[in-house]
C-alpha cells in the first residue's frame, strides 16, 4: 500500500518557497519518496488565479497529487488552474496503488466554516461503495472542535453527513487541514488526521494575537497504510533552512 504525504494550507501569496523546500524534503519522505500528495485545502491566500498558477507550478511533475478546497480559496479560478473541467462542488477521486483517495469540497463561499452538500456526500458515498480497496475522505475543514477559542467556531458546520460516510467499512481515515497544526483524533470510529499548515502555524494559546506564527518552520504529514488500510502517521516539521 502507498506513503501518502500530506500538506495543508500553503496559503500562497509570495510563500512558495516556502512550499517549494517542502516539497523537496517530502520526496524524501519514505525510502523512495511518497507516492503521492494530498493538499487539504487554502492552497491560495486571496483565491487568484496568479495564486492557483504559483501552486500548480510549484507541484511536482513526477508525482500524482490531489487537492481540495478551503476558505481562503475561490471555487472558479480553482477550477480553471487545476483543470477539474466539471460544474459543481470540486469533488474528485483518486485511485493509488490500491487506495482510493476521495477528495472533497467543504467551501462556503465568502465564509470561514465549511459545509458538505448533498451532491459531495453522494459523490463520496459512491466513490467508498465502488471503491475497490480502503479508502480516504480528504477535506479542509476538521468535523471536531481542537480546543482554540477561534478556530472551534470555524469548522464543519455539518458533522453529521461525514460521520455516516466514516462508518462505512472501505473508509480507512479522514484527512483535514484548516487549523495549522497537526491533528490525530477519531470521528465516528476512523482516526481523524490533520497536517500542519505550510503557509504558517498556530501558536500556542488559545487567545494569543496573532494567532498565526509566519515564521515558524512548515509541516506535514505522512501517512502509512497497510493492506488492511490500517494507517501509521508520522507528523514531520522542516528543518529550519541554515
Do not use: K
Not at 183 to 206: D, E, K, Q
Request: net charge negative.
Amino acid at each position: 500500500m502507498p506513503v501518502i504525504a500530506h500538506l495543508s494550507d500553503t496559503h500562497l501569496d509570495g510563500t512558495a518557497p516556502r512550499l517549494r523546500r517542502l516539497l523537496d524534503v517530502v520526496a524524501e519522505a519514505a525510502d523512495a519518496g511518497a507516492d503521492a500528495l494530498v493538499v487539504t485545502g487554502d492552497l491560495a491566500d486571496h483565491g487568484t488565479a496568479a495564486e492557483y498558477e504559483q501552486f500548480v507550478s510549484a507541484m511536482p511533475a513526477d508525482r500524482r497529487w490531489l487537492a481540495t478546497v478551503g476558505n481562503h480559496d475561490r471555487r472558479e479560478p480553482a477550477r480553471d488552474c487545476l483543470s477539474l473541467g466539471s460544474t459543481g462542488p470540486l469533488d474528485r477521486v483518486l485511485d493509488v496503488d490500491g487506495l482510493r483517495l476521495i477528495a472533497l469540497d467543504s467551501l462556503i463561499e465568502g465564509a470561514d466554516d465549511g459545509r458538505l452538500d448533498a451532491t459531495s456526500l453522494a459523490f463520496a458515498r459512491q466513490a467508498l461503495d465502488d471503491s475497490p480497496g480502503p479508502a480516504v475522505i480528504a477535506l479542509h475543514h476538521p468535523p471536531v472542535a481542537v480546543g482554540h477559542h477561534l478556530m472551534d467556531g470555524l469548522g464543519l458546520r455539518n458533522p453529521e453527513g461525514l460521520a455516516e460516510l466514516a462508518r462505512h467499512p472501505r473508509l480507512a481515515a479522514v484527512l483535514t487541514g484548516h487549523v495549522h497544526t497537526s491533528l490525530a483524533a477519531r470521528f465516528a470510529g476512523a482516526p481523524l488526521l490533520g497536517a500542519g499548515g505550510v503557509g504558517s502555524t498556530m501558536r500556542l494559546g488559545s487567545r494569543t494575537d496573532p494567532i498565526a506564527d509566519t515564521t515558524a518552520v512548515p509541516a506535514f504529514a505522512v501517512h502509512l497504510f497497510d493492506d488492511t488500510g490500517w494507517v501509521r502517521t508520522v507528523f514531520h516539521p522542516l528543518t529550519p533552512a541554515s
